[in-house]
Structure formats: C-alpha cells, structure tokens
C-alpha cells in the first residue's frame, strides 16, 4: 500500500507500455522528457498527476515596519539611491535600500549586477522574499522584482511550485503543465484518453455521480486544472478536497475488496478450546476483568467457527491484552498447529518471549517456543527456520524478521501481532501470506481517533476492552519545572527506597550539537552522582547491541537496576510491575500519545504508580498540552485532544509507517473526508460488493489497476 499512494498517482508496468509522450507537448524535445523521466514523469497523464509541492502566494504588499523574521511577504518600496554592486566574498553583491512610509529596508542580490540598469532611484516596485536577519537589521535575500501592474496581477493567486531537478526549473514545468491542462478539455480529453492509459483513468471518474454530488465534489477534470493552477484559494481547496476524497475512497474501496474475498473464507485450522488452557486460565494470580474475558470468547468463537479470524483487539495500556494472545496461541499449539507472536521491538519480542516459557513450564505444557529476531546472527537464524519449518516447535515469538524472510511455516494457523500501529496493513498482508489462511489476532492499544481506526481496520471485527483490571490505582501525575528537578529525583529516591523501581526517559541517546535536550549518555554519570551510592542505575537505548538491550531488561526486570535511564525503546509493551515512577525529560518534545503509552509502562500493578512531565520549555503551548495528560488517564481521550491540538501534526509516528501517506490526503487534517468516503465506500459495497452494476464499472477498473500497482492488499 506504501506505494500505491506515493507521489504521483501512477507508474506501474501497464503505462510506460501506453501514454502519450511528452514531446507531443510544445517546446519539450527528447532531453527536456529525459529530465522529466527524472522526475518520474514519462507521459502526459503522469504529468497532470504531477501535483505542486506548494504554492507561492502573492498577498498584498505589506509595510516595511511590520516585517518579521523568517517570513515571505511582498513590500512595495521606493529606491532610495542607485543600486550599488560590492564585491563580497569573491561574489558580485548587488545591494540597495527602499522605503515605505513606514520604514526602510535592505535588499540584496549575488551576482546580479545587470539589476543595476533597473534598480534606479526614485523608482518603486514590488519586492518579494524572505526575510532574514544581518547583522542586527532584516534585510531581504534575492527577493524577486515586480512592476507595481505586473505584481497586482499576481496578488491573490497561487503559483503552484513543483518538485524539480537540475536543468528543469519551476516554470519549465508550468509551461509543460499549461499545455497538459487544456488537453483537459472535453475534446482533447477523448483523443487523449485513447492513447493515455494514466490519463485515461485519471478522467475516468471512479466516483460515482450521486456521492459527487451529495459529497459537493468537483468534477475530476476541474479538480485536476484547478489544483495545478488555483485562482483563488478556495479553488485550490476544493481540488485538494477533492483529490483527497479520492484517495481515501479508493484507499476505503480497496480495503473493503478484500475484506469482501477474504471474508467468509472457510479456514483449514478448527481450534477449540483446549482443557490445558482452560485450567492454565484458572490458574492465573488474577482473574480476567469482564472485558478480558469478553473478547477471549469471540476469539474462541472465530477460532473454532471454521472460517479464517481477522480480528482487532483493542485495549488501552496495562488493560491486559497479552493472556488472550497467549491463551489463543495455546489452543492452536494443543491443537497441533504452529502460532506466531510478531512484535514491534526486540525487546518487546523477548519480553513476550520469557513470559511465554515461564508459562509453558510453570503449567507443564508439553509444548515449544522459539524467538527469533533481526538482532540474530545467520547461523542462528537458520537453525530456527529449521524447526520451525520442520514442525519441532509450535510457538513462535519475534520481530518484523520473522515474517520478511522466507520462514517456511509447517502449519501456521494463527499470526498475532502486537501494537499494530507500528506495523500497518502492509505487514498485515504479508504475514497472513506466510501459511495456508492462518488467523490473525491483532492487538493494539493506540487509541487512535474513530475516524481514522474506521479507516485502518475497515476490514476487521473488532475486540475490545474497555476497563483495566480491578487492581489498579489511577496513576498520579505532575508537570513540573527544571526549577523542581531535585525535588523530582528526591521522589524518585523516595520510591526506590520503598523497593521500588524507577524510569528516566530522555528523549536523545546521545549530545547533539543542533538541539540541546536530555541525552542518555549524559545524564547517566550526571545521576549516578546525584544519587546515593546504593542506588543501581543503567542506561538503555536503541543503538545498543540486542543482547546487551536484552541483558539491561532482564536485569530491570529481576530488580537488579533501581533507575533505568531510557529512551523511548521502552515505549511499547514493556511489562515491569514493580517500577512505579517515571520521569520524562523534554516532555514537551513528545506527542501527547506518546507520552500516554510511554506513561503505561508505569501503573501496571496493584501499586500506586507517578509519571512525572519535565517541561523543560514552560510554553503556553506544552503546558496546555502537558496538562491535558495530567488531567486524563484516558487513551482515547488524550488521543482526540491530541488532535485537536495539533492537527495535522504527527501523532504515533502512523504516518511515518507508510501506508497513510497519501499524495494529498492528511489523515488528521481531513479525518471528516475520511469518514465520509469510508461511509461512502462501505455503504456502496454493502449494495454492490462485487461492483457489477455499470455506474462502478470506472471503479471496478481503478480498483483493479491500484490493486496491481500497489500489489500489497
Ligand atoms: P497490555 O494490554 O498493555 O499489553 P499487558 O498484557 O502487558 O497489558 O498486561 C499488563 C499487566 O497486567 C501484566 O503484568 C499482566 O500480567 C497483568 N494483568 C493482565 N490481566 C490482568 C487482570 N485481569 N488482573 C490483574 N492483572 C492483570
Ligand atoms: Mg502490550
């Protein structure tokens, strides 16, 4: 799916077999196409879906008093003296100051010295660029220069600009854009769907008339010219809404195709509830909360139902989500087939992998495990494809290596996979690729906004667990400042005293000589000082070696290490009952989510538990935000308010993983399009599943074509 929605909407083998090419366009011969190739653009139809990058706006001129630092703008200023051309550097600077009735500013140029021929004083123009600061005053770098008529054309438009490469400049590409977009008319569009396959489909409007209409959606061809050249910024918006309801509709569609074929799809692997696993459940230091024991009966409903399980089970941090996946990965083991665990991070993997054994023995489970992780060597890994190929264990606990290497199952039956987010539907495929149909078990506790879970598990039942278990005491949290920062260790001491444990998460491994934040290697040696002797104090990170992450863990884990000194590798997952504090450096540098799952690794036991925020930033804008963690021990509730903070902001590193990074849909600045094409989709599925009535006829094709191209679903 990563692919499908890369930049550009399409390039797969199909079209460089048919597109009609570039040099069919004016004053475009075979090098100037040579440099488009570069640019992924080899027909007309992939140049119409070469969107901007970004706009340049032309507002109104502004006074020279009001200019800041950083910015764009526009002045409109009278040239005070002749422009004067100094030598700088070995370069040609052309410099010279204009004024407005509200100030005067510095203008200058490299090697333009031809500019002196125009730049005359007492004549005035409009001046735009970018403000930067020089020697105390703001001067503006290379602005471009506009006669006062030339320039109030421009206001208010946008020029779109677009990625570029050597020899191929912005306007290059608009000239070459220009000639596409009128081949949009209707008549040119038919000669050129003909010989365009990309363009062909791109006017192939995939939506259906009645949700453009009902949706208010542009018409494809107006969307396309509009997003290319914008008159106002409210044309730019509706083709950018209307291009982002595309995405996600197919996105929407495409998922729900599936859902549609693997759905009521009869499974080779029957799992019933094992009496082992029954009395192992039994046998428990705690019992199930209702929740827990709510969806452990849908998952032994789907397992034993004869058709393949395609399950989400939703808890929030610490609700216990861990003893299902196991109790599931018994029964399919007792039943004489393999499960696999799959986790986000290695040491994720070894944690659930440890728990897992202490299981088997303490229960006297006639059964095998294995963990296997990137970290392994090869001769390692070999072994464990060995028997996992040949049948000799039946459980399976690793990382993503588990599944992108040829690993020959035996009889894989079911796939559970840990904090999903990390992995997204990309993985989801492939790992279900792995045996026959095995079932898959999918846990998750991001608690993503509805909308965009609506979105992502469009596919799947879902699970979930809405309480922790009974034991548990709300976590206590403070936000406090570098000013506090003894007393914060002094409490941290006081835990550690008490027999408990204690984390410090800085948000860097190491200094950095750009940003100045809490770094791991710094501050231990720093807090071994601060801290009495008697103290046991580690530092754990991600460029650490596997064994010696595994060997710190484990050490925490058996209560060797008091403090542990972290980044966010601790971020997922980890189970330590006993630690009871955390103290979060920069907490002003995290996003709100991660703060909250980071926060889970406290409060995971019958003990009462504090994470304490450092903002070392004291903004009004990180203690709202930080204050708003304080407040809420709520996922779900931190997660929405995270949004409405911060918008299009990034907020579980989702968008980083791939398969939500549309061209120009953003998943959380236009969560409300994204509901509705995902409403749109499944109600027309639900009338249509196999697109058989001709208005999706165009559907059915962009469904096939952007299955083939992103050949992930
Ligand atoms: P998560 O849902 O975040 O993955 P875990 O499965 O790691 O949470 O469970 C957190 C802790 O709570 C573990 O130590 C686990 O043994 C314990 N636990 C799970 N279920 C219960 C329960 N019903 N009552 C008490 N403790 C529980
Ligand atoms: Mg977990």
Redesign the pocket.
Known sequence: MGRAVRKGCCSSRAEERRGMRLTELRGIGEKTEKLFQKLGVKTVGELLCYFPNTYLSYEKPVPIATLEEGETAAVLGILERDAAVLPRNGRKMTTVTVRDDSGRLQLCWFNAPFLRSVLRAGTAFVFYGKLRRYRSSLTMNQPRIFRQEEYAEKAGRLEPVYGQTKGLGNGAIQRAVRQAVTLLGEEGAVRVSQEDFCLGRLLLDFVPESIRYNRRLLPIREAVRSIHFPDTMKQYQEARRRLSYDELFLFSAALLDRKRRTEDCPSDYRIERQPESCALLKHLP????DG?AAALEEIRTDLASGYVMNRLLQ?D???????LAFLAMLDTALSGFQAALMAPTELLARQHYDKLCALLLQHGLPLRAVLLTGGMSAGEKREVYQRIADGTVQLVVGTHALFQERTEYRQLALVVT?EQHRFGVLQRRELTEKGGRPHVLV?S?TPIPRTLALLLYIDMQVSRITEL???RLPIRNAVIQDQERQKAYRFLYGEIQRGRQAYLICPMIEKNDTIELRNVEEELPRLRAVFPKEVRIAGLHGRMKAEEKERVMAAFLRHEIDLLVSTTVVEV?V?V?NATVMLIENAERFGLAQLHQLR?RVG??ELQSYCIFLDEKNSKSSRERLSILAASNDGFHIAEEDLRLRGPGDLFGIRQSGELLFTMADVYQDRELLAQAAEDARYLFSKDAELRLPEHEPLRLRLAAYLEESGTL
């Open positions: 705690f019992r199930l909360t827990q808890g941090v610490g609700s216990g989500k861990t003893i840990d846990m506790a278990p009974k034991n997952g189970d009952p889970g995971r036991s």
